[in-house]
């Protein structure tokens, strides 16, 4: 009877110990998605760069990443009206700027792929994003009662989709 007790408490410890650690490792997680950026945590060639290309600009954050095994920094500014992310690599090359730009600008074939893919959808926020001699649209969607982030390609097509059920799953 003991010894069934001793077993019972150590598989309840043990199933403790477990749940309190994965808990852990979650919120830890967690806190490094979360994890303000400060400007020490942007390499200098990358803040020179950013001051020569956009004087008048007022930065509002920063962001450390990795795309395709590369570190990346992100400057997110305003400058007059205008919100810009912008991203780096490490020696202070521009990888793409991110613009928010207002709907009624979008080009009209691009509103058009938007309209015939989601019928009944409202677009809700659109940015224009630089890329080299690139450009494409992310427009976020609202249709059926769900959000939608739509990647385009100048010309219109769309080159990637995700709701925010997918956009979740990573958290």
């Known amino acids: 009877m003991k010894n069934k007790q001793v077993l019972k408490k150590t598989v309840v410890f043990v199933f403790a110990v477990i749940i309190y650690s994965s808990l852990i490792n979650h919120l ?21 760069s950013f001051k020569k290309s956009y004087p008048n600009s007022e930065i509002l954050g920063y962001d450390v990443g990795k795309e ?3 570190t990346t920094y992100e400057i997110e500014t305003k400058e007059d009206n205008i919100f810009r992310d912008i991203e780096y690599k490490e020696d202070g090359t521009i990888l793409e700027i991110g613009e928010i730009i207002g709907i009624s600008t979008l080009p009209e074939n691009i509103v058009n792929s938007i309209n015939k893919k989601y019928k009944t959808g409202k677009i809700l926020e659109a940015e224009k994003k630089t890329s080299g001699n690139e450009i494409s649209y992310e427009v976020i969607v609202d249709f059926k009662n769900k959000k939608y982030e739509v990647l385009l390609s100048q010309n219109g097509n769309i080159i990637k989709e995700s709701d925010e059920d997918d956009e979740n799953e990573d958290d």
């Open 68 to 70: 395709k095994g590369i």
């Open 28 to 48: 830890q997680a967690q806190d490094s998605k979360n994890k303000k950026y400060s400007e020490k945590d942007i390499p200098k060639i990358v803040l020179e």
